[in-house]
Nanobody
């Protein structure tokens, strides 16, 4: 099992910045892709950004140029640096990780961290 714990959420004014962190613990051997998703009130969960074990990144069009995903494999931690935040970006942000072990694929989710952007 892998446990993902997010931190760094909070309330920020429009145009501001926040940095989210997600630390993985437990059976972290075999973790490859990690990422961030968000779910706004009344909406479905959506992809924000992903990063592979080789540090290839992918971003939703809505955050390109404003958000940066990175990871520290030694610390089993993934980060999301968010800048130029918009009020419509208010959402619960979830950390996601994929692990491959013994020929099987596993997916894990964190409990979420709230990001609120005031206008």
């Amino acid at each position: 099992q892998v446990q993902l714990v997010e931190s760094g959420g909070g309330l920020v004014q429009a145009g501001g910045s926040l940095r989210l962190s997600c630390a993985a613990s437990g059976s972290t051997f075999g973790i490859n892709g990690m990422g961030w998703y968000r779910q706004a009130p009344g909406k479905e969960r959506e992809l924000v950004a992903t990063i592979s074990s080789g540090c290839s990144t992918n971003y939703a069009d809505s955050v390109k140029g404003r958000f940066t995903i990175s990871r520290d494999n030694a610390k089993n931690t993934v980060y999301l640096q968010m800048s130029s935040l918009k009020p419509e970006g208010t959402a619960v942000f979830y950390c996601n990780a994929h692990r491959r072990a013994c020929g099987r694929d596993y997916e894990y989710w964190g409990q979420g961290t709230q990001v609120a952007v005031s206008s």
